[in-house]
Nanobody, 127 residues
Framework: QVQLVESGGGLVQAGGSLRLSCTAS????????MGWFRQAPGKEREFVAA????????YYADSVKGRFTISSDNAKNVAYLQMNSLKPEDTAVYSC????????????????????WGQGTQVTVSS
């Protein structure tokens, strides 16, 4: 099992920045990829960004590309999501998740391929 705890959410004005953190514990040696997803009220959960734990390769949703940056500190088992130029439409509960095994094909943006999930942290962007 891998336990995940998110932090760093809050209220920010449009154009502002926030940095989310996701700290992993437990069987962290099994982590292959960590991703961030978000869910706004009344909407489906959507992929935001992901990072491969072994080589640091990153992936982004088109809606956040150029504004958000995902990074990791493998020694501390922490992943970060730096969010700049925030927009009201970025308002959502942000959750981190871990893939505990390697998959072939494109799986980084599919929630069903993630094995462990955090509780989520609220991000609210006011206009």
């Amino acid at each position: 099992q891998v336990q995940l705890v998110e932090s760093g959410g809050g209220l920010v004005q449009a154009g502002g920045s926030l940095r989310l953190s996701c700290t992993a514990s437990g069987r962290t040696f099994s982590m292959k990829r960590m991703g961030w997803f978000r869910q706004a009220p009344g909407k489906e959960r959507e992929f935001v960004a992901a990072i491969s734990w072994s080589d640091g390769r990153t992936y982004y949703a088109d809606s956040v590309k150029g504004r958000f940056t995902i990074s990791s500190d493998n020694a501390k088992n922490v992943a970060y999501l730096q969010m700049n130029s925030l927009k009201p439409e970025d308002t959502a509960v942000y959750s981190c998740a871990v893939q505990g095994r390697a998959y072939s094909g494109r799986t980084y943006d599919i929630a069903g391929y993630y094995d462990y999930w955090g509780q989520g942290t609220q991000v609210t962007v006011s206009s």
